[in-house]
């Protein structure tokens, strides 16, 4: 067995709720926690109703008023924070392996990267503590016009599963740096990760009761924490359905504000004037199988210049052929599974209805037959496709590309357009001119020029337009939206 490969059957889990500063074991296991890799039930969690997600928002909404975190000064919530990434960094093993068992994220991949990205997305939101305190206003000169910036209360955060540990940190992160309690809802099919980094908060000094998790599905306990009437804002990532939702059930209890990372379709336009046709084919290729597709911003939509077309998937279906499927706890895996079964069927379905179309498929287009146990799909290439079909319209959240050609520049960013999605775009051209111009047509919250993927610069929000989101994860921006601001104007005049 390899340095990072390890025994998914030796992990020590332990389920609940982290409430008040501990984790609450029970004895009620109502949620049964799959392993992808395998199918093989591993664990087991609670489903937090009403009442148990009352508890964990009383827990936090007296945390906010009497544990001192939001009134504190900000360079020490700062302090603490910065010490709850590094005891994430110092148990990178332990973290990544309950990271990586239970989801579809490699342990190569985990180990070097999750854990650490957490861990430092953390630390960019504490170092916001202090720099967001707000603006003194020209006014008349008897007055003194002041916009304070002070938190909302308590934060309600649902997280996916594709990223537990990254979408835990992108969520909860800004909220605690501006000074709010939280109350954190991971997914229920990777529910263990956050619950010992929940752990490491109160060993940093977190005080109990500020970063709370709550265990569940999420229409009962998603429902009964957006609902909530101490809930003062909510943060989510995931689907546009739930998005639609979780914003309806907001505005149904106490029009609490949202920010939601929602769902994409995003496209990946290339023009025959490209330097390395072979770096942009190994782009491409890593834009739509990392994580085995399940990523909001993978990019699925390929649109290339018809002169280079062939020669272009010729290079992308070999960068294909070179990943290795396999369990998320083996070193050697680079194609990690699907996260369930039902929605291996789902990608498949989909496929299946856009061939019945009049796709052609190229590549791929069905599991990976050598793997008898998990949810492997092999990465597949959709050709002959319109912009109706069923597989360019829809989000498949798999490792499925449709390819479409175009002659010029106008029709490649007409063709770039979704009815629907805009979350992120990609453009790779030698051509400055016409890649600022494809910046400012293309309705997307990023669009990336030669490169695909976000970078480490924190600094850079990231959120969709139209059905893909409201607001901004990452960014000043992310913490600026867990602040609300209050007016005050004071008058020198005696009175």
């Not at 009442?51 to 020490?76: C, I, L, M, N, Y």
């Not at 909302?152 to 992108?170: E, H, K, Q, R, T």
């Not at 099919?189 to 980094?197: G, M, V």
């Not at 062939?310 to 294909?320: A, G, N, T, W, Y």
């Amino acid at each position: 067995m390899s340095v990072l490969s390890f025994d998914p059957n030796g992990i020590r889990l332990r389920g609940g709720h982290f409430i008040n500063g501990r984790l609450m074991d029970t004895d009620i296991a109502e949620i049964d926690v799959q392993r992808p890799s395998d199918h093989s039930s591993y664990g087991a969690i609670p489903e937090a109703g009403p009442s148990g997600v009352d508890r964990a928002v009383t827990a936090a909404k007296r945390a906010f008023h009497q544990s001192g975190w939001a009134t504190r000064p900000p360079r020490e919530r700062a302090r603490v924070m910065r010490r709850w990434a590094e005891l994430i960094d110092s148990n990178v093993g332990e973290l990544s392996r309950l990271e990586a068992v239970g989801s579809t994220r490699p342990i190569s991949e985990a180990a070097t990267w999750d854990i650490h990205f957490a861990a430092e997305g953390i630390r960019f939101f504490a170092e916001h503590a202090d720099k967001l305190g707000g603006d003194v206003v020209a006014t008349r000169s008897d007055n003194l016009g002041l916009i304070i910036s002070e938190p909302y209360g308590v934060v309600a955060a649902i997280a996916p599963w594709n990223f537990p540990l990254v979408m835990a940190s992108w969520k909860c992160g800004p909220a605690l740096a501006a000074g709010n309690a939280v109350v954190l809802k991971p997914s229920e099919l990777t529910p263990f990760s956050i619950l010992r980094a929940a752990e490491l908060a109160v060993e940093a000094g977190m005080p109990p009761g500020v970063f709370n998790v709550i265990s569940g599905s999420g229409h009962i306990t998603g429902g009964a924490l957006v609902r909530h009437p101490d809930i003062s804002k909510v943060t989510f990532t995931g689907s546009t359905q739930t998005g639609i939702a979780i914003m309806q059930a907001a505005a149904e209890s106490g029009l609490k504000p949202v920010t939601l990372e929602l769902g994409g379709k995003s496209p990946q336009i290339v023009f025959a004037d490209v330097r390395s046709i072979d770096r942009v084919a190994e782009t491409i290729a890593r834009a739509i199988t990392a994580n085995a597709g399940q990523v909001c911003v993978a990019g699925t939509r390929l649109i290339v210049e018809r002169s280079i077309e062939q020669h272009l998937l010729e290079l992308v279906i070999k960068k294909f052929d070179e990943l290795r499927p396999g369990a998320t706890w083996s070193q050697e895996t680079t194609l990690p599974p699907i996260v369930s079964a039902r929605q291996a069927a789902r990608i498949h379905r989909l496929v299946q209805e856009t061939v019945a179309e009049g796709a052609i498929v190229l590549t791929g287009g069905g599991p990976v037959a050598e793997m008898s146990r998990g949810s492997f799909y092999r990465p597949t290439i959709l050709t002959s496709v319109h912009t109706d079909m069923t597989a360019c319209r829809e989000e498949i959240f798999g490792p499925v590309l449709t390819v479409q050609a175009f002659d010029d520049e106008a029709e490649a960013l007409a063709l770039a357009e979704h009815p629907s999605y805009g979350l992120a775009a990609g453009v790779y051209t030698s051509d400055l001119n016409r890649a600022l111009r494809s910046v400012r047509t293309l309705e997307a919250g990023t669009v990336w020029i030669n490169r695909y993927g976000r970078s480490a610069d924190f600094m850079l929000p990231t959120g969709g337009f139209n059905s893909s989101g409201i607001g901004k994860d990452l960014g000043r921006q992310a913490v600026e939206a867990n602040l609300r601001l209050k007016t005050t104007l004071i008058d020198f005049a005696e009175a």
